[in-house]
């Protein structure tokens, strides 16, 4: 019909020719503000359809259906279907694209009428839209539709001869123009979608056909660049992707009439010279002011030109280059973006594609050059201006990102004037380009984490000559830290060797810091946390276990070794580092080998020792090194040997740095190891548990996280051979009362052994003090109080270390000396006040006092004033007196509470790993007292959650033994735990709290699952005891959580039918089978 119509027209004399009435003239084109041509008469007048508009859609419905649209206008179809193609889904979008295309163009396609409707009305007035992703879905279409009325298939020659590329093209315009006076917003709209549009031509790829129309588009890009000069970079990006459909001859014009546009010497020219000149070499270049910029004959221009590359470029130019007679205010003077320029892309593009043509060595002295005399003395040098560096550090960022997997690109980005600039931007927040530094930072940890093997060079790019030994302290960041993390083991051993080359330094000014700052090194190494494809790695020792050990070997030199910066000062500081990492080290058993290597490897000349010590010392080395022998240690017990060596290893650093009590511990390791590889089973056992719990405790009292880690560790090797007398041991220590009194039974030390481990602790808290001021360890910090932290108090003691020996008559008397020497200070001290007062002096002192006779008396009012100043002075005195009163028992409560905790600790991994044994039934009651009795919320809760975990642990053991049929209850006492219940239930009155009373009643469900398991005839006896409960609860009018008792009682009898039903038949077959047995004895 349309055909027939447009035939019709063309033999008609007085019909507009369509070439008249549809397309508009060159002067139209080139002049997008002109008035649009007027719609011939068909397109004004045409009436609308009386038909019907189809019933609203689904969904499915609409994405499923590629039927043709009707020529007249449906909005119940073409509405939801252009909303679906400006979605946000890429799925989505892409699916109604295919839809529209199919219902526009596929069979006979639609009506050339209906084709102009969507153009005009749908497809271009959607570019100018920037609602979600608008313009990406209505590109596709307008692309597909471009491509297939003048590509391959050429439906403009066939079914659309109407709509022509300058009929199209003008429509785009008209639609895409921004018309009276809009907001400014909307007017970028306008003319990014006006690019958009002309981006679809030539993504079509149907511009060279004729030529022409290669012309046409230019002419438009050029005029949109002169509009608006924020525009120029996007107009270059769009003629950049027109040439691969290009020829050498049309380049070359494109470049004559981009240079007659005054295109010369800008970012968007050096774009474009890059993308013609890696298409076509031989080239020729418009003018003198058009270089091969990339060429290092021209490189010394190019940072004048990209130094704007970041900028939207001055509006002076947009002002000038008005057209006569245009009106509108003057745009703004540009400002600078945080979008890079895309040429930043094409020539990184460029040094990648090097190395198809040269070798690796050639193209990075290559990328060398262009990245020190462009980027890094165009950008970071100490002339450019701010934003010429927030500029240069986006190119880094784009660099680094995309070239991780070139080496000679990224080996060459870090060079001086950059890493400087990074430094000082990044080390204050109130820097003008802070943000910018960190985002780069940030940029660099990323890298390093996507590709780890790059992590020893830029590690040593950020330690070398252009960054600094400190550069995390410089740049107040963990970056380096955070690197060092993502070490792999197989570079340890080259990136410990490439730090310690960088950091230590010889001797001189600071040298001390450096080897400080290295120990920090080695501590972040050591504590990295080996990842499961490390441990497929071919490195036989980790990254942590290299570290270490020469952490060790710093912090514990060879006699006669001179490393630059040890010292008696930086010595203990580095000592401590090793504790923390060791600490750290001790919580992963897979490194336990490198844990006791790292000690064995300390040379035994790097400390003065007496030949007695150093006897001691090499016994315990070979001990440490037969429990590390793992065919000697195989076995049930090869956990047990392990913890053992854990307690060598420890024993022997603690007499590296001599501290007091070391050779006592060695002594009872020694007990340990005999009994432990002793041929005697049973008693010995028992010894060894009791034994070994003596020592744990007298660890975990230390405030050390070496201490506390190592306890815990190897209390878990030895659950299985704990007795009741060494976990009553640790439940005897919850009974404490939490002050003075507490800890003095609870240490049971007397008082002459108080001041001599007072003294010894002291300074040896001094030196830990010391080392914290001197390098602060943060995550040892936060490990030592994760509950509360060990204080330093007066008369502290120390577990298990005082009560072994018999104290002699000459320390007494050191005692009595000190408490004398110090009650003396306090009266001496008094005299001196009194004395300034009196401005007198004890009588006995009269040889060395000056005449303080005046020859005066004093008034009353003098003495009224001297007699309020002596009751100040001894008022003050009292004060202070009472002042440290309170100050010690504080001290004596948390040193009480810390070491319950640590003890609890224990008993949590005794409770988590011998559910089934029927010891762990011995630990409830003390927890339910500790829960009653504390006044530390958190010791009664950490007490209840070990009972509540064991009532899961032990429900699994269950599980567990049901499908094995086997049953470890077989040693439980029944008559002891009907008593344990008994006192379960004493207990629940005494307390009003509702966590108390479930704690109970997970303790109280725990002994009666055990007593049931093994015989469901006491279940009378246990009813009567809840009954009993419920006598109390009644008598007392409440005062205790009976309700949480009674609702977890009746649960588990719900829940255990096996254990309560008809526990009467139980007692009959008793009986029945006495019966039967009386009856066979009558026989």
């Known amino acids: 019909m349309a055909r027939t119509k447009r035939k019709h027209r063309k033999e008609n004399p007085n019909a507009i020719e369509p070439a008249k009435k549809r397309v508009k003239t060159d002067t139209q084109v ?8 007027q719609k011939p008469p068909k397109f004004l007048t045409k009436k609308k359809s009386s038909g019907a508009p189809s019933k609203p859609l689904t969904k499915k419905q609409l994405l499923s259906d590629k039927s043709n649209f009707p020529e007249d206008q449906d909005r119940n179809i073409e509405a939801p279907l252009y909303e679906y193609l400006g979605s946000e889904n890429p799925d989505e979008r892409i699916q109604a694209a295919d839809v529209i295309i199919s219902k526009l163009l596929d069979g006979d396609g639609v009506l050339e009428t209906t084709l102009d409707r969507h153009l005009e009305k749908r497809l271009f007035r959607g570019l100018a839209s920037s609602r979600k992703a608008s313009r990406l879905g209505f590109s596709i279409v307008l692309t597909e539709i471009l491509q297939q009325l003048w590509g391959e298939k050429n439906l403009n020659n066939e079914r659309y001869r109407g709509l022509t590329f300058d009929f199209v093209l003008n429509t785009l315009v008209e639609k895409t123009k921004p018309v009276g006076n809009i907001a400014g917003q909307e007017e970028k709209d306008h003319y990014f979608g006006q690019l958009f549009g002309v981006e679809c031509f030539v993504r079509a790829k149907v511009l060279f056909d004729d030529v022409t129309r290669w012309h046409t588009i230019l002419d438009l890009l050029i005029r949109l660049a002169k509009k608006k000069v924020w525009l120029k970079p996007q107009c270059a990006w769009v003629i950049v992707q027109a040439v691969p459909q290009m020829d050498q001859g049309i380049a070359e014009d494109t470049f004559q009439k981009l240079d007659a546009a005054g295109w010369a010497k800008t970012p968007d020219a050096v774009a474009v010279t890059v993308a013609f000149t890696e298409r076509f070499p031989k080239i020729k270049l418009p003018s003198k002011s058009w270089r091969d910029f990339l060429s290092s004959k021209y490189l010394g221009e190019l940072p004048a030109v990209l130094k704007d590359s970041g900028k939207q470029e001055s509006s002076k130019q947009e002002a000038t280059e008005q057209e006569p007679g245009q009106k509108g205010p003057k745009v703004k003077q540009g400002s600078w973006t945080a979008q890079l320029h895309f040429v930043w892309d094409l020539i990184l593009s460029h040094y990648i594609r090097l190395t198809n043509t040269m070798s690796s060595e050639d193209a990075s002295d290559q990328f060398k050059q262009f990245w020190s005399r462009v980027v890094d003395q165009g950008f970071f040098s100490k002339t450019a201006s701010e934003p010429q560096k927030f500029t240069g550090f986006m190119i880094f960022q784009k660099f680094l990102e995309t070239a991780l997997p070139y080496p000679h690109i990224v080996h060459n980005l870090f060079s001086q004037n950059f890493t400087t600039c990074l430094m000082n931007q990044a080390a204050k927040p109130d820097r003008y380009l802070h ?3 960190t985002k780069a930072l940030k940029t660099i940890e990323q890298a390093g984490a996507q590709d780890r093997d790059l992590v020893p060079l830029i590690v040593q790019f950020l330690l070398g000559k252009h960054g600094a030994y400190n550069f995390d302290q410089r740049t107040n960041s963990k970056t380096v830290d955070k690197l060092l993390q993502l070490t792999k083991p197989e570079h340890a051993a080259e990136l410990i060797k490439t730090t310690r080359k960088l950091v230590l330094v010889a001797d001189g000014d600071g040298a001390e810091n450096h080897v400080l700052v290295y120990g920090d090194y080695l501590f972040r190494l050591a504590s990295v946390v080996p990842s499961e494809a490390d441990s497929k790695s071919t490195s036989k020792v980790s990254v942590g276990g290299q570290a270490l050990q020469e952490l060790a070997t710093l912090a514990y030199p060879k006699a006669g070794d001179a490393v630059a910066g040890l010292s008696d000062k ?39 020792m007496d ?39 420890v024993a022997i650093l603690q007499l590296y740095n001599e501290e007091p009590d070391a050779i006592e511990i060695l002594n009872d390791l020694k007990q340990c190891h ?19 719990v003596e020592i744990l405790l007298a660890m975990v009292a230390r405030p050390s996280s070496l201490m506390r880690q190592t306890a815990e560790r190897v209390f878990e090797g030895f659950t299985g051979l704990m007795t009741e007398g060494a976990l ?47 390098h602060e360890d943060e995550d040892d910090v936060s490990e030592l109080g994760s509950d509360v932290e060990f204080v330093d108090m007066k008369n502290k003691e120390e577990v298990g270390s005082g009560g072994e020996e018999a104290e002699s008559d000459e320390e007494e008397e050191e005692e009595d000396d000190n408490v004398d020497d110090e009650a003396e200070g306090k009266l001496k001290a008094l005299d001196d006040d009194l004395a300034k007062l009196l401005n007198s002096h004890r009588l006995d002192k009269d040889n060395e006092a000056d005449s303080s006779d005046d020859g005066s008396d004093m008034s009353d009012s003098e003495m009224i004033a001297l007699d309020e100043q002596i009751s100040a002075a001894f008022q003050s005195r009292m004060q202070e007196g009472g002042k440290n009163k309170k100050k010690e028992n504080k001290d004596a409560k948390e040193t009480v509470v810390n070491f319950k905790h640590r003890s609890l600790d224990l008993l949590a991994i005794f409770a988590r790993k011998e559910a089934a044994n029927p010891l762990v039934y011995k630990l409830l009651l003390p927890l339910l007292q500790l829960m009653r009795t504390t006044k530390t919320k958190d010791l009664a809760r950490k007490a209840g959650n070990i009972i509540a975990e064991l009532a899961k642990a032990q429900k699994k053991v269950k599980a567990e ?46 002994v009666v699952t055990s007593i049931l398991s093994r015989d469901a005839g006491h279940f009378q006896t246990i009813w009567d005891s809840y009954g009993g409960l419920a006598v109390k609860w009644a008598s007392q009018k409440g005062g205790f959580q009976f309700s949480t008792i009674i609702a977890d009682w009746t649960q588990w009898i719900q829940s255990h039918p096996a254990l309560v039903a008809q526990p009467e038949h139980v007692h009959d077959d008793e009986e029945s089978d006495k019966e039967e047995s009386d009856e066979e004895m009558e026989e």
């Open 570 to 608: 930086t010595k203990p500081i580095l000592r401590q580092r090793l504790t923390s990492a060791l600490a750290k080290f001790v919580k992963r058993p897979e490194d336990f080998g490198e844990f006791c290597n790292a000690i064995m490897l300390i040379d035994s000349s790097s400390v003065d």
């Open 435 to 437: 943000r910018a530094a």
């Open 674 to 692: 005999e009994k432990l590889f002793s041929k005697q089973a049973g008693d010995d056992e028992g010894d060894v548990s009791a034994l070994l």
């Open 961 to 1006: 033994q049901q499908q094995d049929d086997d049953d470890d209850d077989d040693d439980l006492d029944l008559d002891e735990q009907l008593q344990l219940l008994e006192e379960i239930h004493d207990e629940v009155p005494k307390d009003e709290s509702h966590a108390f009373a479930k704690s109970a009643s997970n303790a109280s469900l725990l």
């Open 30 to 37: 080139e002049d997008s503000d002109a008035e649009p041509t």
């Open 611 to 649: 030949e007695e010590l150093q006897e001691e010392l090499i016994e315990a080395l070979e001990k440490l090194q037969q429990l590390t022998n793992p065919k000697k240690t195989k076995g049930d017990k090869s956990s047990a040997y392990q913890g053992l060596a854990l307690l060598y290893a």
């Open 728 to 774: 009553t041991l640790l439940t005897d220590t919850l009974a404490a009362k939490e002050d003075a009194e507490g800890l003095r039974s609870l240490f049971d030390t007397d008082a002459d052994m108080e001041d001599a481990e007072e003294a010894a602790g002291s300074d040896q808290d001094h030196d830990h003090d010391h080392d914290h001021d001197d």
